[in-house]
């Protein structure tokens, strides 16, 4: 889109008519020769107007050169499209169990066939990513011990393509929940955003840790990092594979969070579904719009044109003159010629 930058610069359009009428000219005295027969000389001359068209000629010439440099001052711009770009206000980081009990096939996927636990939550938090436009996620998987599987970024479906590359037992068969929080509080230490979010699937007890969850989560409170815990699977299995509700639900609670139990796909949904409403989104969108300046235009044009206002009547004179001087040497010639003759 073309635009000027300072469109008020037009305002001064008739300020050269102001000076002419307002500002006295300036007079000063020379010494003149009296020409008595003058009008008889311009009634000689070949282009008896040529006086005022030359006037007429430079005044438009300055009409033109004065506007060209207004439009020049008031700076035209070509306006590109505006580009936009979210900054992150949220850091969510995703924490998923990879132990050997995530393989039990009691969950059913999107078209309703039997799969284990692992496949199921794959597509519900896949889904929940795609919904999450806006935030840097990232994601931590843990089994005997926790690693990063994606830093915080806001590229979700590079983040989806890596949860959906894991597979159950490849950190390990057992369960280090306490300590995958406490991977996720040092990957919080480099971010600056407002809202820290965790939000962490498990279905069993915490076997493997060196921190204990109820610790991780008071460090995580003291660090303003909320923790939403979910429970996947039976509740009624004993053993290794028990679900600690109850230390789940301390979790969430010394965190501000909440604590949600999945029994099947469809409770998944819901619970990722309420959590995406309570964790609003909240984007911080900065414009902006490329300008280039085009002044150099106008204002070469104005240049060029005055430049060829002075140098094409230079270049008429100075071809009269030559002209002028070669007529008076052929009429020399010839009289020369002339006088030759009559000797």
């Not at 169990?97 to 496949?119: C, I, P, Q």
Request: aromatic share 8%; with cysteine; proline share 6%.
């Amino acid at each position: 889109m073309f635009t000027f930058a300072h469109i008020w610069v037009f305002v001064l359009a008739p300020l050269p008519l102001v000076v002419y009428w307002w500002v006295p000219a300036k007079s000063s005295r020379r010494p003149s020769v009296r020409v008595p027969f003058l009008s008889r000389l311009l009634a000689s001359s070949e282009s008896p107007v040529s006086l005022n068209q030359g006037n007429a000629k430079s005044f438009g010439i300055l009409v033109i050169v004065w506007l060209l440099v207004l439009i020049a001052m008031a700076r035209p711009q070509w306006l590109e499209p505006p580009m936009e770009r979210i900054i992150p206000t949220r850091d969510l980081l995703l924490i998923v169990d990879l132990s050997g009990s995530m393989d039990h096939e009691d969950f059913t996927n999107e078209a309703g066939k039997t799969v284990n636990r692992l496949t199921a939550v794959k597509e519900v938090v896949g889904d929940f990513l795609t919904q999450r436009e806006g935030d840097r996620v990232g994601l931590v998987v843990f089994g005997n011990s926790p690693f990063l599987q994606v830093p915080f970024t806001t590229d979700l479906d590079l983040c989806r393509q890596l949860l959906n590359e894991t597979d159950v037992g490849m950190a390990g068969p057992r369960t280090a929940f306490g300590d995958a929080i406490g991977l996720g509080i040092q990957l919080f230490e480099n971010s600056d955003v407002p809202t820290k979010t965790i939000v962490a699937l498990t279905d069993g007890n915490d076997t493997a840790s060196s921190v204990p969850p109820e610790e991780a989560s008071r460090v995580a409170r003291d660090r303003g990092i909320t923790v939403y815990t979910i429970a996947v699977g039976d509740p009624t299995t004993v053993g290794e594979e028990q679900i600690d509700q109850e230390a789940l639900k301390d979790v969430a609670e010394t965190t501000n969070g909440e604590f949600y139990l999945a029994l099947n796909r469809d409770q998944l949904v819901d619970i990722y579904d309420r959590i995406d409403q309570v964790e609003t989104r909240d984007v911080k969108t900065v414009s902006h719009r490329p300008r280039h300046d085009l002044f150099y235009w106008p204002l070469g044009i104005a240049l060029v044109i005055s430049l060829l206002s002075h140098a094409v009547p230079l270049a008429r004179a100075r071809h009269a003159r030559l002209t002028a001087s070669t007529t008076r040497l052929r009429v020399n010639s010839r009289t020369f010629e002339l006088e030759t003759v009559e000797l």
